[in-house]
């Protein structure tokens, strides 16, 4: 199967399931059924294109990380937009959910990570590192890993 945009594919991030997948072309994110290859949804808020993307363990939202600095909050059924992230000065280049769904993290090109609440969005905490962060991921047993624009990849666990 393939799927296709008009232009630069800038991130993508299957369902936990498998069944869906989102991709991002600048500032859209489409939904696509992975089976079928029918686009489902397609979701406008950023003002410029969006780097990450990740959808919530339960597959039930979505979050985008953008160049305009900040995060949204999807409802990934309906699309509707649920909460915009700010906090962040320069773009955010990584997200990702912790294992349970509590938390968004978010790096950034600001040289900060950042905790969020993904219930109400409020920002539980902000790190800061000597680099640009560029990348994160959070692993199933709690730990986070991020990437740097000086090749480095850092662990780090939150409690």
Known sequence: MTVEHRGDVNATAYRPDGKMLVSALGNLLKT????????????????????????????????????????????????????????HTRPVRGCAYSPDGSMILSVSEDSTLKLWDAATGACLGTFYAEGMLTACAWGADGQIAVGDNVGKVSFLRVS
């Open 32 to 87: 696509w059924d992975v089976e079928t290859g029918e686009e489902r949804l397609t979701l406008t808020g950023h003002d410029i294109p969006v780097l990450a993307l990740a959808y919530s363990p339960d597959g039930k939202m979505l979050v985008s990380a953008s160049s305009d600095t900040t995060l949204k909050l999807w409802d990934a059924e309906t699309g509707a937009e649920r909460l915009t992230l700010s906090g």
